[in-house]
Each structure stands twice: as structure tokens, then as C-alpha cells.
């Protein structure tokens, strides 16, 4: 069974061939096209931890008067936020 990773890479190859074809190029022989024709390759977004969107969303942040995030605070009321 394919990985992650290797189904990532078919499916970004398989898009580059569709551009090959909307482009004109025939599947046969060698295709002459720079990377650069074909447009920056998009990266599959890497999914965010339970802290990284506790600390994303600004009604959970808890500041100091000098305006900094109280990060220990913060943290110990994710940590009782996962409790409940």
C-alpha cells in the first residue's frame, strides 16, 4: 500500500502531466518544458497541532499589561480546556 507521501507525489505529477496536455505537448517522445513553464509546484499544507489553533484564535489569549502573551497562563487553561 502506497504512502502518504507517495500518493502526494503521484497526484503532483499527475497535475503536471494535465498542464503538459493543455499545453499542446504530446505524451510521446521527450517533452522540452522548464519547471518554470509549469508554475511553482503547490505543497500539500501540513495539518495544525491542537496548541498551534488554541493560540491562533485571539479570544483564547490571555496578555500581559505590557501587551505580551502570558503563554503559561495560556497553557494551563488549554491544558483545562482539554479535560472537560
Keep these: 500500500m502506497p504512502t502518504k507521501r507517495e500518493r502526494e507525489y503521484y497526484a503532483m505529477g499527475f497535475r503536471d ?3 503538459f496536455e493543455e499545453m499542446g505537448y504530446e505524451a510521446t517522445g521527450r517533452m522540452s518544458i522548464s519547471r518554470s513553464e509549469l508554475g511553482p509546484r503547490a505543497k500539500p499544507k501540513r495539518k ?30 488549554f491544558r483545562r480546556k482539554k479535560r472537560r
Excluded: E, P, T
Design 17 to 19: 502531466g494535465r498542464k
Design 48 to 77: 495544525l497541532s491542537a496548541w498551534q489553533k488554541y493560540i491562533k484564535n485571539k479570544r483564547n489569549h490571555i496578555k500581559y499589561r505590557d501587551g505580551k502573551l502570558n503563554l503559561k497562563k495560556m497553557a494551563v487553561a
